[in-house]
């Protein structure tokens, strides 16, 4: 085998070079119709098939969220409803409500509504609770307040019996915010 010269296909040392020829398909070459269409349905196939994936995954992510927020939506209403949980909802504004109450009768009506409220969160508050708070103080301090009260104003409870009232609220919500620190740790650990 005879071996050429780089020259011999260099078109500038070699004019009479042929250059070399290009692979690939030759130019005016009658293209097959029925390759062409063929050709055509495999692209809008691969197209179609493409994009019903892509629907497929939105459907199926939607799907996945929807249900997630169903269950979320089922565990957050558990949790709210669950008695724990609502007797310290419930009492929260009651404890408020009583500690900011003024030191005079109005006061005390809110004082004695709330302690009744916050001991039981259902029942509904009579007018006898006034005179059972009042006979939960000793004889001469109760009628001493009722007497001092008619004359300044400054309510029917005497002061150490509404400090006792002040302090057995908070002591009932110190236990009722460990109840719902209990089922806000428990639901919180089913929501991860």
């Known amino acids: 085998m005879a071996q050429e010269n780089w020259w011999d296909n260099d078109p500038v040392a070699n004019p009479t070079a ?14 097959d119709p029925a390759k062409r269409a063929a050709d055509a349905r495999d692209q809008t196939r691969t197209t179609l098939a493409v994009e019903g994936a892509a629907r497929d995954d939105r459907r199926e992510t939607r799907d996945v969220t929807k249900v997630k927020f169903d269950q979320e939506a089922k565990l957050r209403d558990d949790f709210n409803m669950n008695p724990q949980v609502k007797a310290y909802r419930n009492s929260m504004p009651m404890l408020s409500q009583a500690l900011r109450a003024p030191k005079n009768g109005q006061g005390d009506l809110s004082v004695i509504y709330a302690y009744a409220k916050l001991m039981d969160p259902e029942s509904v508050v009579r007018e006898g609770e006034m005179d059972m708070v009042n006979s939960s103080s000793p004889m001469a301090q109760s009628t001493y307040q009722n007497l001092k009260g008619q004359l300044d104003g400054s309510g029917r409870l005497p002061p150490a019996t509404r400090r006792r009232l002040d302090q057995e609220m908070i002591r009932t919500m110190q236990a009722r915010r460990k109840a719902y620190d209990a089922q806000f740790k428990d639901y919180g ?3 991860g």
């Not at 042929?18 to 293209?31: D, E, H, I, L, S």
């Open 18 to 31: 042929q250059p070399a020829p290009r692979p690939g398909p030759v130019m005016g070459a009658p293209v």
């Open 189 to 191: 650990a089913r929501a």
